[in-house]
């Protein structure tokens, strides 16, 4: 059984940091990619960041670039969300996600549906 926990989130002040983990079992970790995504209420979930299997390839939304930092550590199957500088508009519920490897996922990464499991997500909430 695939099982993805979130965990790290809460509420910050605007300008504080957060850093989010997602521990993953069940599933071949070293070998899937990952990603980080966020829902805000009344929003689309949208891409936040990514990293390959390896962790040779990071991706990030632009709202994020800069401030953001998707790191992995596959010894003990958790990939993390560094978040600095936030804002009150990076308020959302952060999700992780896996991709088993999937083919053209460097290209595709963006997508929600691209990705084969869920976590069930952890409240950020940035004060202003």
């Known amino acids: 059984q695939v099982q993805l926990v979130e965990s790290g989130g809460g509420l910050v002040q605007a300008g504080g940091s957060l850093r989010l983990s997602c521990v993953a079992s069940g599933l071949p970790f070293s070998r899937d990619n990952m990603g980080w995504f966020r829902q805000a209420p009344g929003k689309e979930r949208e891409f936040v960041a990514a990293?390959?299997?390896?962790?040779?390839?990071?991706y990030y939304a632009d709202s994020v670039k800069g401030r953001f930092t998707i790191s992995r550590d596959n010894n003990q199957n958790t990939v993390f969300l560094r978040m600095n500088s936030l804002k009150p508009e990076d308020t959302a519920v952060y999700y992780c996600a896996a991709d088993a490897n999937s083919r053209g996922w460097n290209l595709r990464f963006r997508r929600s549906d691209v990705y084969d499991d869920w976590g069930q997500g952890t409240q950020v909430t940035v004060s202003s």
């Open positions: 990293i390959s299997w390896n962790a040779d390839n990071t």
